[in-house]
C-alpha cells in the first residue's frame, strides 16, 4: 500500500499542493546545487506501481545524490506506456511517482524537497502509437533543480 504524501504534485501539467506546501520556506539556492547531478531512472513492470527489488540502488543513488549535493528539489516525473486507456494508464503514472516518493522519504528526504510530475501517456521519452508497449515509457525519472 502506497504511503500518502505530502509534497507537491503536478497532474498532466496542473499543479496539486497540499495546504502546508505554500507555507513552506524556500530555500536559498547553493552553489551545490547549480551541478545538479544526471538524471535516474527506475522502469516498472507492465500494470505495475511497484518498485522492483532491481530498482532498490537507484532510490539510494538518488539519496546520496540529495545528501551530498542539497538541491533544492527533486522533480519526479512518471509516465506509462501507450497500452490501454489513457485516465488509467495517468492514474498510474501518479502511483508510481508516489510509490519512488515514499522510497525516498524512506531515506529521509524532507518532504518538502519534491515535486511530482504524473504525465501518464503524454510527453513519452520514447513516442510509440496507441496500443504499443514500450517499457521505456513505463518510467520515473528523477531530476534535480
Not at 505495475?48 to 539519496?63: G, H, T
Not at 540529495?66 to 494508464?89: F, H, Q, W
Amino acid at each position: 500500500m502506497l504511503k500518502q504524501s505530502l509534497a507537491p504534485l503536478v497532474i498532466a501539467g496542473c499543479l496539486v499542493s497540499p495546504a502546508h506546501a505554500q507555507d513552506a520556506p524556500s530555500p536559498a539556492p547553493t552553489a551545490a546545487s547549480s551541478a545538479a547531478p544526471a538524471p535516474l531512472v527506475i522502469l516498472f513492470d507492465t500494470a505495475s506501481n511497484k518498485v522492483q527489488a532491481n530498482s532498490l540502488a537507484v532510490l539510494d543513488k538518488a539519496s546520496r545524490a540529495y545528501s551530498e549535493g542539497k538541491p533544492i528539489v527533486m522533480i519526479i516525473t512518471a509516465s506509462s506506456d501507450r497500452v490501454g486507456n489513457a485516465a488509467l494508464n495517468l492514474r498510474l503514472s501518479q502511483q508510481r511517482a508516489t510509490a519512488v516518493l515514499n522510497g525516498l522519504l524512506e531515506r529521509g528526504i524532507p518532504a518538502d524537497r519534491f515535486q511530482l510530475l504524473a504525465k501518464g501517456q503524454t510527453e513519452l521519452p520514447i513516442p510509440t502509437q496507441p496500443g504499443v508497449s514500450e517499457a521505456r515509457n513505463r518510467a520515473v525519472e528523477i531530476t534535480w533543480r
